[in-house]
């Protein structure tokens, strides 16, 4: 880690290489100049500048059409690759390739890490893919783009999402649904999907992708439908954490349980998408937010998210839900639950008020899980629902939730608790591991 700044430093000049394809003209005419461009096409994918194909022409080659094309070269970079299950990251130099049709290669500026990194890197029950570049909350900026990009360019700002929306297929029409047939999450893929290859790797040695984003690099590429093009006035560094769990825990809130002025909300879990379940109701004007969590500790913090009240569910004898319900006269108008316990997932739909409660699903349960409730709650007019990313779409939704920060209805400093360097990406798993605060912004700049 320690030679990372001269790494660093010995990158820039393939930014501005330039390849220039020589296309003969009349081959018949000339045997020997044939093979004089052959040659030199060869050598032209490689390593030609546009300097010394100015000197072809103004040589030999009279007969010949040129096109000049920003092309793009393999860029040597930095990227912390997982090598195994569980084991510290390692900053490699690593080659990106260009990206390919509908591909875009992004430098990253800002990243953060989220806990499915971690349960991928700790591979613990899945299949484990290694050696592999993690990170799936970024900001960057547009490097280059593949064939057929049309709606972005160099220098645009960009959030890369883990799921993705093609715009083409039936979900992506539909308004209501944000599960794209083509791009939706797949954490068993580690490549991309135009030719099943990997665009990362350390001399020839493929490198897999995760979840098509890899942001715990310098340079990534993703498909043009993972990229929600933003503000460019907004700071990376803060909108950055709008990539996953935050937006998924206020979308949740405001496009699902949609609570109405005044109203009363639960919310199940209090870590950082719960937290931003709970901005989600302070920002929908909820008059008592009440916070459900096994750690008291969490109290404190949640209040800055407009968390009201607070249940700690191992200091009743009762079920939580019974005990909310006589906080609340019968129940919580909306319930959000963000943990992933069977559970919790049951008291958050039993806590709601007949009639019209709502209670939405966002934690990932375990394989072997099964809701179990009795169906007169169904037929008392409750409603139990679930989501997935908030139900944003993410290159046409996302945009709309960065302007919510921009014009400061929605806070995100809170959010943020930790920034380490890049070099130190390895203090940011420490961090979540021991539960302490909320994200950390890596910085791919120090
Ligand atoms: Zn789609
Ligand atoms: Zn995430």
């Known amino acids: 880690m320690g030679t990372y700044t001269s790494r660093r430093a010995s990158i820039s000049p393939h930014l501005i290489r330039r390849t220039v394809f020589v296309r003969k003209r009349k081959p018949e005419e000339d045997d020997e100049t044939d093979q004089k461009t052959k040659e030199d096409d060869e050598h032209s994918w ?3 500048t546009l300097q010394s194909f100015v000197s072809l022409v103004d040589g030999d080659f009279g007969y010949f059409e040129f096109s000049i094309q920003l092309t793009q070269h393999v860029l040597h970079t930095a990227a912390a690759v997982a090598w195994e299950a569980g084991k510290p990251l390692v900053i490699e130099e690593v080659e990106v390739a260009p990206p390919q049709a509908m591909e875009v290669r992004v430098k990253i500026l800002f990243t953060s890490l989220c806990h499915t990194d971690v349960y991928f890197w700790e591979a613990k029950g899945q299949t484990p893919m290694f050696p592999r570049i993690f990170g799936h909350e970024a900001g960057g900026i ?25 715009k083409e297929c039936k979900s ?5 649904s944000n599960m794209c047939d ?3 999450i797949n954490t068993d893929r580690g490549v991309m999907l135009n030719d099943g290859k990997s665009r990362f790797s350390i001399k020839g040695k493929p490198i897999y992708h995760f979840v098509g984003t890899s942001t715990f690099s310098e340079y990534t590429v993703t498909h043009v439908g993972c990229l929600a093009k933003i503000n460019p006035a907004a700071p990376l560094d803060k909108v950055c954490v709008l990539s996953c769990g935050i937006s998924t825990g206020l979308g949740a809130t405001l496009n699902v349980a949609k609570p109405k002025k005044g109203s009363t909300v639960a919310i199940f879990g209090l870590g950082a998408v719960g937290l931003a379940a ?16 096994l750690n008291s500790k969490r109290f404190e913090e949640a209040k800055k998210f407009g968390v009201t009240e607070f249940v700690n569910p191992k200091e009743h004898k009762k079920p939580v839900q019974e005990v909310i319900a006589e906080m609340t006269d019968g129940g919580v108008d909306r319930s959000v639950e963000c943990t ?3 559970n919790a997932m049951i008291s958050a739909f039993e806590c709601v008020h007949d009639g019209w409660g709502v209670a939405v699903l966002v934690g990932v349960p375990n394989k072997n ?19 997935f990313f908030g139900n944003y779409k993410p290159r046409s939704d996302l945009p709309a939730v960065v302007e919510k920060y921009m014009n400061k209805e929605l806070e995100l400093e809170k959010f943020i608790t930790h920034e380490v360097p ?5 203090k940011a798993f420490e961090y979540m591991l021991k539960g302490d605060g909320l994200r950390c912004i890596i910085r791919m700049d120090a």
Not at 172 to 176: F, I, L, P, Q, R
Not at 278 to 293: H, K, N, T
Not at 422 to 426: K, L, R, T, V
């Open 46 to 48: 490689s390593s030609h």
């Open 142 to 166: 547009v490097e280059s783009v593949g064939e057929g990009v049309m709606d972005l360019k160099p220098g645009d700002h960009v959030l890369p999402v883990f799921t993705g929306e093609c």
């Open 172 to 176: 992506c029409k539909s308004e209501e």
């Open 182 to 184: 083509l791009l939706r």
């Open 278 to 293: 709970a901005e989600g109701a302070r920002i929908a004007g909820a008059s008592r937010i009440i916070g459900v969590d």
């Open 340 to 342: 992933g316990s069977i």
């Open 369 to 387: 899980d099964a809701f179990k409730t009795h169906p007169m709650n169904f037929l008392n007019e409750r409603t139990l629902t679930g989501t």
């Open 422 to 426: 890049f070099a130190q990406i390895n």
